[in-house]
């Protein structure tokens, strides 16, 4: 099957064009620092290259120095190879505070030979449990991948490759909270988390497998920081700034949710005994 790139209305990239905003890029160096984890964490190549490692002692972690407020965020990342049962690496971006706003993706190991799983979640004001849950079209272990987030004042939407894979509208006009007023930094972790990683915690980590390690490349960011969004986003909120699917896009995206959706927490009535979140609603525009 031949895979092309999701088409995204261009009025967003028109907007970033015209300089409302500043891409940063490049350099491991210049955009990161290293939180945690000591010499797991690694940054090469001159810092186009940087490695994430977990052993039984520790794991590690990085984030930008940088905090933004709307854009697009781009990153490239090779998974743990082999039997990675047992750990997650995390690559999210997140505010600040008891009551913060997140988006997330969370890269859930198994045994060798079975899919990694990849967990979406999207938190505001604190309060998540918007998962949606997909198995990938490819080994993310063999190759490099890019993993992307959109964000905007009226949707967030996560893409793989270029494929949108889900898409959380605002939905603030009929009572749920939408990520819009708190900039986010970007961070990343690889850790262990075997009590629920792998098949509800079913299956541990094999430490005889350690170190197990995830690679990182061609970071890129056309967003705005926290402070230029505040001059400039504004003027443009109203209208063309909206960054939408078209008619492609849409394709896509139901394409993957059909095929490799595993998850989703808008069907799952059993969590929700007292009716599904009110953005769930299948006659609702904002699903």
Known sequence: MAYGSAAISVAFWWVLLMGAFRAYGGSFYEDFEITWGGDRAKVFNGGSLLSLSLDRVSGSGFQSKKQYLFGRIDMQLKLVAGNSAGTVTAYYLSSEGASHDEIDFEFLG???GDPYILHTNVFTQGKGNREQQFYLWFDPTKNFHTYS???NPQRIIFLVDNYPIREFKNAEEIGVPFPRTQPMRIYSSL??????????GLV???????PFTAYYRNFNATACTAADCAKSWSSFSGSSSAAELDAFGRRRLRWVQKYFMIYNYCTDLKRFPQGLPPECNRRSKFL
Request: charged share 25%; net charge neutral; no cysteine.
């Open 191 to 200: 850790w262990n988390a075997d009590d629920w990683a792998t098949r509800g």
């Open 110 to 112: 198994n045994v060798s």
């Open 204 to 210: 541990k980590t094999d430490w005889s497998k350690a």
């Open 149 to 151: 987030i959109l964000w």
